[in-house]
């Protein structure tokens, strides 16, 4: 990795509380941005980067998805959510083993950094979450991981069920080995999967720890009406009311989309800081509904974005969410309800607000981790470009980023990865999705 880096040239956005928009340079040194705007030409660097007029944006911020989720793209798709997950989801997760979670993972991380997005918070399966760290350090990319965690589903594969006790100490035993690594990209979170397929007694030792460690809590809640109908029938309350009464709601709590919560609790998310997760496509096409992201943004709620899994989304595409978060706040709530700009501070500022990380990373000024990309202004559909804010969010795509750094390290370059091998991954998720199938059919 070069000790120093010159983005030249570009137009950045910077995300700062003023919302900027700068022409010129970033100057990056040992991982971290050293100047914004005009730099000296006297000023020497190991690497220059052209971003020849081209947007320059902090690196786009997913704050709930599935790594794991990756091989199964077209395999789980026109099902509710629970069908879903018991019959496709949960019995492919239980076919994983070690060498197809780390395909998993390395397909992941291409699609992700060659798309603009350089943070994630992923929750993964319930077992040899090992090989998903370990593929993510090698990939550059940013991450807070943690394994899923499930003891209290029945109808699971038996691969799926854990112990209370197992499931804590296993994860505990990765965050002790990977909070923190790679130069503090990795950390570990604790993910329990959901209240549907929780003990009561899983939900409060997690609390617990969560409170005595200061690790993030990442879980999935009020995503369709027939999981609340599950947690109402087995504890007489509300998804978000019984996390509460668990001891789960405080602002180390990412609760994934949060489609069905009624206004008591949202009141109980804004109080007691919790972060909300919405990811507009999975939400779609699962069928579940559509969050009422206006309405927790008026309470105060911290709402951040994320693509989901490639299981329910297809797509790991964070252009593709915000453009669709804005036009549904537009449908339920007018043109508007979600301005381009605001859709941008979800997948950047807000992300890393989410992930206690905003000191850090979500927007170009200096001091910060230089996690940056470079999206070009020459294709078709972003001429003439007017606001940059709308012109990004509701014109640009994936496909147009051509540069993707990440503390310092330039892991994109003119549109090509350049720490993976593209088609060795591609031919590694190829032979590991057929043996997954094959084992998955074993199982069955």
Known sequence: MPASLLVRSGTILTMNDRFDVVAGDVA??????????????????????????????????????????????????????????????????????????????????????????????????????????????????????GKAMMDAAPDAPPRLREAMRS????????????????????????????????????????????????????????????????????????????????????????AAHCVWIEDREMGILADRGVKALHCPSSNLKLGSGIAPVTEMRKRGISVSLGTDGAACNNRLDMFEEMRLAALLQAARSGPGALPARDALWMATRGGAEALGLDAEIGSIEPGKRADLIVVDRDRPHLVPGGDPCSTIVYAARGADVRTTVVDGELLVDRFEPVRADRREILSRARTATRRLLSRSQHLA
């Open 28 to 145: 990056i040194r040992d991982g971290r941005i050293e100047a914004v705007g005009q730099v000296s030409p006297d000023a020497r660097f190991d690497r220059v980067v052209d971003a020849a007029g081209g947007y320059v944006l902090p690196g786009l911020i997913q704050t709930h998805i599935h790594l794991c989720q990756t091989l199964f793209r077209g395999l789980a798709d026109d099902l509710p959510l629970l069908d879903w997950l018991r019959r496709r989801v949960w019995p492919l997760e239980a076919a994983h083993d070690a060498e197809s979670l780390r395909a998993a993972a390395q397909l992941a991380a291409l699609e992700l950094v060659t798309s603009g997005t350089t943070t994630v918070l992923t929750m993964e399966t319930v077992h040899e979450t090992e090989a998903v760290f370990e593929a993510v350090a090698d990939s550059g990319l940013r991450a807070t991981i």
């Open 167 to 254: 499931s804590v100490d296993e994860s505990l035993s990765l965050a002790r080995r990977w909070d923190g690594a790679a130069g503090g990209r990795l950390r570990a979170a604790l993910a329990p999967r959901f209240a549907v397929s929780c003990s009561e007694e899983l939900l409060r030792a997690v609390a617990d720890l969560s409170s005595e460690r200061g690790l993030l809590v990442h879980t999935h809640a009020s995503e369709s009406r027939d999981e609340l109908a599950v947690v109402r029938q087995r504890t007489g309350l509300g998804n978000v009311e019984f996390l509460a009464t668990v001891n789960l709601t405080s602002p180390r709590l990412c």
